[in-house]
Nanobody, 129 residues
Framework: QVHLVESGGGPVQAGGSLRLSCAHSGNPYDRKCMGWFRQIAGNAREAVAAHVFEGGRPVYTDPVVGRFTVSHDSAQSPLYLQMNSLKPEDTAMYYC??????????????????????WGQGTQVTVSS
């Protein structure tokens, strides 16, 4: 059973930065498929970024390209989401997600929330203008 816990959200002014963390446990594989999503109340959950540990560069959706960066230090370290140049439209609940095994998915499919088996509880980001 994979367990995910996000942290690092909070209020910030437009143009500012935040760094979200996703602590994860329970996945024995070094190669992990994980993603960041966000959701505004009443709207569908949308992909922000996908990342494969030991599997190359992260991919980002268009609204965050050039502003957000996904990283991790080791196979068991948290997954980070560095968010710079924040805009009011980035206000949302941010979720970390994980796939049970990368062998059943692909980087192209990691943009879809249906690919993920495990979700954190979310951390709220509020950007004021």
């Amino acid at each position: 059973q994979v367990h995910l816990v996000e942290s690092g959200g909070g209020p910030v002014q437009a143009g500012g930065s935040l760094r979200l963390s996703c602590a994860h446990s329970g996945n024995p594989y070094d190669r992990k498929c994980m993603g960041w999503f966000r959701q505004i109340a009443g709207n569908a959950r949308e992909a922000v970024a996908a990342h494969v540990f030991e599997g190359g560069r992260p991919v980002y959706t268009d609204p965050v390209v050039g502003r957000f960066t996904v990283s991790h230090d080791s196979a068991q370290s948290p997954l980070y989401l560095q968010m710079n140049s924040l805009k009011p439209e980035d206000t949302a609940m941010y979720y970390c997600a994980a796939v049970d095994t990368c062998s059943r998915t692909s980087m192209q499919r990691l943009r879809y929330h249906s690919e993920y088996n495990y979700w954190g509880q979310g951390t709220q980001v509020t950007v004021s203008s």
